[in-house]
């Protein structure tokens, strides 16, 4: 590999030379995700060649300067103190350092043991390493050949991104998203300035009828003031485009390498033709009386997991997903105390309608009960439980935020409750 190849390849992917394999892994997914969205997939295979070319020699030279007995009083404690770690298991290291990178080289074909970097990890975190923020454990053949690797954050670094208000990589954004929205949620619906997001609650209500209406290829208008038109016959525009826009999904998801992607395209396709071809007009009814409050809960949900999702630059979404998370956590917020305090009997169930009163047949409760046959119990536990499910939801969505931000995030916890 010449010189003149490998400046090429540093400056392909935006790097100085003598960059880590972290900093050529973190340069490659951004640049080539930018080549993505700016269509040029003939630059795909250029960029994807320069990465494993980098890579490789950095792997490469990483092992070859490993060979030399490290002159380096830290290095030499370093590997000194895990070797006594590794007494009893007839282990011997060796350590580099480059850069923000503690290098950790073994003889072995495979890992000593299950928790083999746990241990490694225990270990670190007991001494005291400026400015170490990755940990690489290289298992090397007899021919001095990579057998196999393990890789973690020492400890939480600082990165540019986490001062960037309008960048989806900052986790302080990440962290505090939920939590914060979710605060400013129970301020507002146990204050005066619940009737602010008044509005916001109406159409996020009629929109989740609409989206019923439209999954069952039936055009529908929702509209802020509490109402939503919606026409009885099937619209082939309405099928074919939701069609074409789950295609689009689907083509991004491949794109972006994205499997969950494809998949949620795939299944929203299959429900798409359920509810438009098969589904019985009666339970068509019963779902669309049901979507306006269920839509309070799911529509919220899904716009708050929005907040960790990147949308076309053109749409802004990295400005407005600010106001987006804290109108959706303010609905999922009233609409969740609601029905608890209905659950535990000290509320009753919105009947009627917002222009007709508690006494119009026409509400989405009346037609619940009148018409499909369900109980008060029955009408209780099923949004209850939704709500309850959502919440699970965004939890689990958070705490993947979590250790997305700090990989290392469950090592450390595991040590904190030992």
Not at 142 to 153: L, P, V, Y
Request: include cysteine; charged fraction near 15%.
């Amino acid at each position: 590999m010449s010189e003149i190849q490998l400046e090429q390849c540093y400056k392909l992917l935006g790097l100085e030379p003598g960059a880590s394999v972290q900093e050529i892994d973190a340069a490659y997914s951004k640049t080539m995700f930018e080549k993505l969205r700016q269509g040029a997939k003939h630059e795909k295979q250029p960029l994807k060649l320069a990465y494993e070319t980098l890579r490789n020699y950095t792997l490469m030279q990483a092992c070859e300067t490993a060979q030399d007995d490290p002159t380096s009083a830290l290095p030499r404690s370093i590997a000194e103190h895990l070797n006594q770690q590794f007494g009893a298991q007839q282990v011997h290291v060796q350590i580099k350092l480059h850069q923000d990178e503690l290098q950790v080289l073994l003889k072995a074909k495979q890992p000593p043991s299950v928790e083999f970097a746990k241990v490694v990890y225990r270990s670190l975190s007991t001494l005291e390493l400026p400015n170490i923020k990755l940990v690489n454990i290289y298992g090397m053949r007899g021919n001095q050949s990579i057998a196999w690797k393990q890789q973690f954050q020492l400890f939480e670094t600082y990165s540019p991104t986490d001062s960037d208000p309008y960048s989806f990589e900052n986790r302080n954004i990440n962290t505090l998203a939920f939590p914060v929205a979710l605060i400013f949620a129970w301020i507002t619906n146990v204050t005066p300035l619940k009737i602010l997001f008044r509005s916001t609650h109406i159409w996020i209500h009629e929109v989740g009828h609409a989206t019923v209406a439209w999954l069952a290829g039936r055009k529908a208008t929702p509209l802020p003031f509490g109402w939503t038109n919606i026409e009885e016959a099937r619209s082939l525009f309405v099928y074919g485009g939701i069609l074409v826009l789950l295609g689009l999904l689907f083509w991004a998801g491949k794109r972006e390498g994205k499997p969950w992607l494809m998949g949620l395209a795939i299944g929203f396709a299959a429900l798409q033709f359920y509810m438009t071809w098969l589904m019985p007009t009666d339970a068509y009814e019963m779902w669309l009386s049901f979507g306006g409050i269920g839509g309070e809960f799911y529509l919220s949900t899904l716009l708050m997991a929005g907040f960790y999702v990147p949308l076309p630059d053109r749409w802004r979404w990295d400005f407005w997903r600010y106001f987006v998370v804290l109108g959706a956590a303010n609905t999922l917020w009233s609409s969740f105390l609601q029905w608890h305090q209905i659950k535990i009997g000290n509320d009753t169930i919105p009947w009627g309608t917002l222009f007709g009163g508690g006494g119009d047949a026409g509400g989405d409760m009346n037609q619940l009960s009148l018409v499909y046959g369900w109980s008060d119990q029955q009408i209780i536990n099923t949004y209850s439980q939704l709500g309850n499910t959502c919440l699970i939801i965004l939890i689990g969505i958070y705490g993947i935020m979590l250790i997305k931000g700090d990989p290392a995030f469950l090592i450390k916890l595991r040590q904190r409750f030992r």
